[in-house]
């Protein structure tokens, strides 16, 4: 069986809900990726951010990404997965959320991000194709 752990990236960073939309979008461009997970004061992951989140929902809307708080754009119900959950059940909870990034968890600690590139290479083509389909419509 696959793991979350063995398919995710290692090493994802969080944006701080008091860290602003700019804050964001610099450590994005830092660090090369389209989504940085949410965490709260506590290090809990709150939601995640993506690129389009900044574009959509800051800039599109004439916020002023230097003021807007990152942490306005977490969602109702963080979406994570565990490092040790299959993935087969990481490909389920993007399905079930039609998300394409989700923060990895050991405990309550973020070790990681699974993307759709991650999965697509680990999983049979008919799988992926599924889940590519899910999150189209």
Partial sequence: MTTAREIMTAGAECVNTDQTAADAARKM???????????GPDEKIKGVITDR?????????GRDAGTFPAG???QAEAITAGADDSAEEV???MKDHQVRRVPVI?????VGMVSLGDVAKALP???VGDLVDTLST
């Fill in 53 to 61: 989140d900044l574009v959509v929902k800051v800039v599109g809307k």
């Fill in 91 to 93: 490909l389920a909870t």
């Fill in 125 to 127: 083509h008919h799988e």
């Fill in 29 to 39: 461009t830092d660090l090369g990726v389209g989504a940085l997970p949410i965490c």
């Fill in 106 to 110: 050991d405990g309550q600690r973020l």
């Fill in 72 to 74: 306005d754009l977490n």
